[in-house]
């Protein structure tokens, strides 16, 4: 009897045994099944692209959490096994993504490895000012001009940046630019920076000390010549008369430097801009301003690397996009009559919606020191 009771409870046994395993198998098959479907279904399948910030630090779990949240995976403790099993937890990289609604998880996965982000576009024309580069970097959203101001006049990050001046006025080179989400402001002007020195060769400091002219001069010059010539061509002879008025001890007289101090300014420059008692007024102060006043391109500065060889002093516009050098103030007189009579009528400058940044009215007109300059004050008045 004893014999056949403990039979029957190792059969007992066998069979709640058997039933268990097969519970647990179902179990493993299910789970493995639902797995395979989390494989291969997106989050949520609609129209919608999920754009997700992952911030520097976190960790493949708070990943997890953020896709989940944000409708990219369907389960957030399956893409975190997905990592494990994968063995890339460790190499998720930060960023700002946007996942296709039909992303599956092992894509979005790939994606965090990649670091495939989102990029944003910023293109900085030639002639734009540091004012101008604040807001447009300001657009992006995720810095402040406050914050971008502050670091523009860090004297020992501009140090570090390898320039020597006490702004970063004239040295973020014009260029299209992509920024992502996780990048501040110095590694935003870190890149713009590198472009600068890399459009300034070895061979251009040369040639800027056999000129007798530091770095920072050719930039200040250049910003000048971005201002004032609009045609190519006239870089080299623009550039060749503001050097030959520093030779001469002439003051430059350049319209843009009256205003550049001026906030948000556009539109007509008028006598009393021409008045204003400013550090960057070349019509009151003789020699260079304090530094640059916008960002020049590249063909700027050659330009004043390597000006014409000219005896010009003088420009004045011609009322087309380019103007009329003289060497003499007779021949140049005769110039600025001329071209008093195409705007006679014109009561003033307008600018074009194409233009992003207008900074002063196309019209150049280089006079004389002294009496020569309060004339054209007074007939300007």
């Known amino acids: 009897m004893a014999a056949e009771r403990v039979a029957g409870t190792w059969r007992g046994l066998k069979i709640t045994a058997g039933l268990l395993a097969a519970v647990l198998v179902l179990l493993l098959t299910h789970e493995a099944y639902r797995f395979w479907l989390f494989l291969y279904l997106p989050g949520k399948p609609d129209r919608e692209v999920r754009q997700v910030l992952v911030s520097p630090g976190m960790g493949a779990a708070a990943i997890a959490r953020l896709l989940h949240a944000e409708g990219v995976v369907a389960n957030e403790r399956d893409f975190y096994w997905l990592c494990s099993l994968r063995h890339l937890g460790t190499r998720l990289r930060a960023g700002e993504y946007a996942f296709s609604p039909l992303s599956t998880p092992g894509q979005v996965l790939d994606r965090l490895i990649q670091g495939d982000v989102i990029k944003h576009r910023v293109t900085l024309p030639e002639g734009a000012s540091l004012h101008n580069v604040v807001q447009l970097l300001a657009r992006l959203g995720w810095i402040t001009e406050q914050e971008i101001l502050q670091l523009a006049a860090d004297k020992n990050y501009i140090r570090s940046l390898g320039i020597d001046a006490a702004s970063l006025e004239g040295y973020l080179f014009p260029d299209t630019y992509y920024f992502e989400r ?12 590198k472009e600068f020195w890399r459009h300034y060769p070895e061979a251009w400091r040369v040639r800027a000390r056999e000129q007798g002219l530091r770095v920072h001069e050719v930039i200040t010059l250049a910003s000048m010549v971005e201002k004032e010539a ?27 430097t009256a205003v550049y101090d001026l906030a948000d300014f556009s539109g007509a420059i ?5 008045q204003r008692q400013s550090p960057y007024n070349t019509y009151l102060r003789k020699g260079l301003p304090p530094g640059p006043i916008c960002s020049p391109g590249a063909k700027s500065m050659q330009a004043v690397l390597y000006p014409e060889n000219v005896p010009y002093l003088y420009f004045v516009s011609k009322n087309d996009g380019t103007h009329h050098f003289s060497a003499t103030l007779v021949e140049h007189n005769r110039a600025v009559q001329d071209y008093r009579r195409k705007i006679k009528n014109q009561t003033h400058q307008t600018y074009p919606a194409s233009d992003p940044f207008p900074s002063v009215a196309p019209a150049r007109i280089l006079e004389p020191p002294d009496a020569a300059v309060n004339a054209r004050i007074n007939n300007t008045q």
């Open 182 to 193: 996780t990048q501040d402001a110095s590694q935003m002007f870190e890149m713009m920076v």
């Open 230 to 256: 609009r045609a190519d061509a006239e870089r080299p002879l623009v550039a060749a008369v503001f050097l030959n008025r520093l030779k001469g001890h002439m003051p430059l007289q350049s319209d843009p």
């Open 270 to 274: 008028t006598a009393t801009h021409l």
